[in-house]
């Protein structure tokens, strides 16, 4: 589309940055914070970058009001960050902490005084260990129940002055990396028992959800989910059937159970089987569908380039790279479903990522057009090594185009008539990486911090601190 002719922003575009609780706060044992499966995993040798954990962190838990002041020096509209459950429920269920309770109460008040809107994720991966431990945390029913409690007591607490709500934050992530891949907690690799978490994890998204609309607070709630878009690699239809393979395996087979309630068929016939399907009740069948989601939270990084996999001899599931050394990752994929190949027209970031920012325009678009819902961007950045300068100037160029690109794909794909509320980048300051460290860094604020130590956590403004508050005041008008 010629440029004069594409639509403005709407002025009540919420402009953002956002970060996950256990990636930023630290203060890992403070007031009463109960331990997270994440806290526990972070300790088994060999599971994270260098060893790295979280608890200190950037300390934002100190540091809060030195950030949002920088928030509010930015200019940002909205601020996504998420609530940490241990603090809230120490145990995960019983009895409440107030002092977790007061400090999220402090942080939503500073950013409201700031006007900049919150947008509190829920779920953030940081699950209490004690139910970890009792019941096997996601395995269990029993969670849909605690998760519920969890989250009406934070729309009870905060949801006065709150009125955008994440459920989960990729479910998709959690639960694969959980229980296939093994680099998140629980670290286990059993398909059904992935397939049935997964199931339950959607039981408490929907209960969530419906506990919110039921009490009819302010605002709305939907869950955060990691889509990248497959293209397949050409017109062959072999790869065509494969690239639709994709799409049901990885995008509809949790889109469609928020928004429809239910899986798609093809995956749900194939997981039967295999004997790995989930057990699906009458009375699950009628929650997925009472929890529809207001809108459809979308955390955008990539997209995904598909060929045919033979089911013999075929590419099953790579490792990532979790090194940033460049060219380290493989090819991925199912047999006789689909794998994932190079794109020829795409770049890759130093962990080898594609960078596409087009995709994310295609990925508003089928997201709008199959689930007619708005969309919020909850997550999009570039992790990058960044440099600190002698006089502490960090010249961010790379990160500078990388989102001015992504800024033009949402404008086509508001003239192309989607609903976007805003846009949340990945990430406000600099943070934890889950599996890559410190080095990897997202943020618009530079932490001068290492994996080998903590130093003193100075903050400093990255070039792009300045290019987005420009980009805010002018309400994305000049690209
Ligand atoms: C998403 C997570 C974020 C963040 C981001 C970047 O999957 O929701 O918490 O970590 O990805 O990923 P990474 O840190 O692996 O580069």
Redesign the pocket.
Known sequence: MEYEKMSHFPTDFLWGASS?AY?IEGAYREDGKGLSVWDKFVRIPGKTFKGTNGDVAVDHYHRFEEDVALMKEQGLKAYRFSIAWTRIFPEGKGQVNQKGIDFYNRLIDELIANQIEPVVTLY??DLPQALQDEYGGWESREIVTDFTNYAKTCFDAFGDRVNYWVSL??QN?FISHGYQMESHPPAVNDEKRMYAANHIANLANASAIKTFHDGHYQGGIGP?F?YSPGYAVNGDPKNQVAATNYEDYAAHFWMDVYVYGRYPKMIYKWLTERGTAPVITEADQALLIAGKPDFMGL?Y?QTQTIAANPLVGGVGLAA?N?TGKKGTSSESGVPGMFKTTNNEFLKQTD?D?NIDPEGLRIALRRIDSRYDLPVLIT?N?L?AYDKLEEDHQIHDDYRIYFINEHIKAIKEAISDGVKVIGYTT??FTD??????GYQ?R?GFVYVDRDEESAKELKRYKKDSFYWYQKVIQENGRYL
């Open positions: 996950a990636q953030h991966w934050n990729e992530v955060s990691a955390n990084y990532e979790n962990w990522w997550e950045g992790g990945w990430s943070l934890l990486s889950w599996s890559n990897k997202y």
